[in-house]
């Protein structure tokens, strides 16, 4: 049976030939994985996009949706959840506020802090868009066996766990 060949198997040849003195294995699979986020990238985009949102929303949304009932985290719990900075934070919220698709409420634990809401609009947003984003993931990976997509996801979590620690 004849082993099919990518564009990362042509590089890769060139590149051997060019300098057999390096081991090129580490391209054979990073090069894939680059290649491969590229296309998750435009799925992800295209799914949000039918949903009316940017990337960035979907993140601050689907941090809210996660937390269940009520819907609601503060801009703290935010900020460690997407990774950005407060003031990035803050110009978030104030434009999903703008939109309707979030709210700011006094929090009643201490009246001196705010919590973020999803609104109903937001909520529907959301969870059209993992709707989307989770078929147009499925469709990525539609190649693949479940033993594939199960020994792939534990490869991966091996390897990200090591930039986690």
């Not at 590229?38 to 979907?58: I, K, M, Q, V």
């Not at 993140?59 to 949706?65: E, F």
């Not at 529907?124 to 990976?141: F, K, Y």
Request: hydrophobic share 40%; no cysteine; charged share 35%.
């Amino acid at each position: 049976m004849a082993t099919e060949h990518d564009e990362v198997d042509r590089i890769v040849d060139a590149w051997m030939s060019q300098r057999p003195d390096l081991d090129f294995s580490p391209l054979e699979v990073l090069s894939r994985v680059d290649r491969l986020s590229r296309h998750l990238d435009r799925a992800r985009r295209e799914a949000f996009r039918r949903s009316d949102l940017e990337p960035w929303e979907w993140d601050v949304l689907s941090a809210l949706r996660r937390a269940g009932e009520p819907y609601q985290l503060s801009p703290k719990q935010l900020l460690q959840q997407t990774l950005v900075s407060s003031g990035t934070m803050t110009n978030r919220i104030d434009r999903l506020v703008g939109r309707r698709l979030v709210r700011r409420e006094s929090d009643p634990a201490d009246g001196r802090s705010v919590l973020v809401t999803l609104t109903e609009d937001g909520r529907t947003r959301v969870d059209a868009a993992i709707t989307r984003l989770v078929d147009a993931e499925a469709e990525l990976l539609g190649i693949l066996s479940r033993g594939d997509r199960e020994r792939l996801a534990a490869l991966l979590r091996k390897l990200s766990l090591s930039f986690d620690t």
